[in-house]
């Protein structure tokens, strides 16, 4: 049943899709206003211009357009939000551009991000799914962030930093082992470093050479990021919390091999680590390819591993010896108009105290934009928590979720939603109570960016 509510959601996306592809855009007239997504795995030469050709490229709310603004200088886009770094009100409003130098290469930005969700299931802590958006019929302040960051310029040996700080309710969910906010005294408010690293462009071995950071980084196994405004709805699916690795303190390696290809390869301390190790043993190894099947940037593909002890969370009590997740993504960029992402994440945890674990989820995301102001999200997703290592319970998932993003300006964005998620057991419920074998959520939020 659970397999084919995903399935008749994805065929949804798929039997729209053509009518959006084919429905060319109007003429968008000039305006400050609009986002500024990277269009490809390299910069244009022109970042003035836009090549029609390219597409949306990479969403401006997702975490692959995480991990390239902190590389790459982006090329203009007319659809979607506008993606966070390039709002530059502390740059262009305040004096910092003036302050620091343009020729410095360095900027700052940062973010605040505030809702309330409404649950079936009561008030509090709800005790699965959905994060961040975690307490039941509460207003939260989620996250204020910071970043003060020198991106990578990608035509010469170049040294740079990444500085990305935040706090509140979300720091509090994602607290680091060793971090600042670590242990948590507070649900409803923490803080921690997300990145504190330094990084190196090296011009070596192919044309587009070897980008290297070594510090507290973000993951790059996902679509969805963890902070606000790198994820295009105010909830998260199941993979980013159940099967994804979050952040961590390591060393990563990104070898551009073509203008289409990127291969990354390193060796972190395991799951959310702030310089220090999850475990004695805890030395894993991440790794992902990601290649982009045409020059013009519609179809990429993504296949990730990561494997070692203490890579993933279990559940309290249930961790084995040895995680194991692979990962595989296709985004597809219709037209500018519809972006559709399908992924797949599995994962297995031999010797726990309930046997070899393993898990397995597949989800659908389609994000529409109805207008240079209006998105139309949508997500249907599928994941079975076998032997229950992951969530606690040994049942399977599958979850819905509608929402809207509004940004009418472009360092504002409104993101209401409703999600409904059903079990096969007894899973929902709150404070760690599992009553429920279904639950439904209304939430908004207003995130705002400078």
Known sequence: MKWSFLL??????????????????????????????????????????T????????????????????????????????????????????????????????????WTEGGYNGASTGTGLLSVQPRQNRFGNEFLLNQIGFVFQRPLQQDRFDI????????GADAALGAAKGGIGFPVGNAHFGQDFR?????????????????????????????NGFLSPYRPFYSSDYQFFYSQDGAFTGVLADLHASKKLDIWNGVTFGANTFFTKRSNNSLCYIGQVNYWVTDEHRTRLT???????????????????????????????????FTQIIQSNMGWDPNSV???????GVYTIGLFH????????????WFDDVKGTRTGINTDYSEVTLGLNWHPIKCLEFRPEIRGDFAGENAFGRNGAHTDRSQLTGGISALIKF
């Open 370 to 381: 109805l207008s240079p102001k209006l998105d139309f999200n949508v997500r249907a997703e």
């Open 195 to 223: 990145d504190l690293y330094l990084s190196a462009h090296l011009p070596i071995l192919t044309e587009g050479g070897v980008d290297v950071k070594a510090g507290r980084m973000n993951s790059i196994i996902g679509y």
């Open 8 to 49: 008749g959601g994805s065929l949804a996306i798929f039997l729209i899709s053509p009518v959006i592809a084919q429905d060319p855009l109007p003429h968008l007239p000039d305006d400050p206003n609009l986002s500024l997504p990277i269009s490809g795995p390299v910069a244009d030469s022109d970042p003035t211009t």
């Open 354 to 360: 309930v046997g070899t674990g393993s898990w397995y």
């Open 51 to 110: 090549d029609a050709a390219t597409g949306p490229g990479l969403e401006a709310g997702s975490l692959p357009r995480e991990l390239a603004e902190d590389i790459y200088q982006g090329a203009p886009s007319t659809l979607g939000p506008t993606a966070v770094s390039d709002v530059r009100f502390l740059m262009d409003r305040l004096g910092l551009a003036n302050l620091l130098g343009e020729d410095s290469h360095i900027r700052a930005f940062g």
């Open 160 to 167: 740079g930093f990444n500085i990305r700080y935040f706090a």
């Open 303 to 337: 296949a990730s591993v990561y494997c070692g002890q203490n890579a993933i969370f279990a559940a309290p009590g249930l961790a084995g010896n040895f995680d194991t997740t692979l990962e595989l993504r296709i985004q597809q960029n219709w037209s500018p108009r």
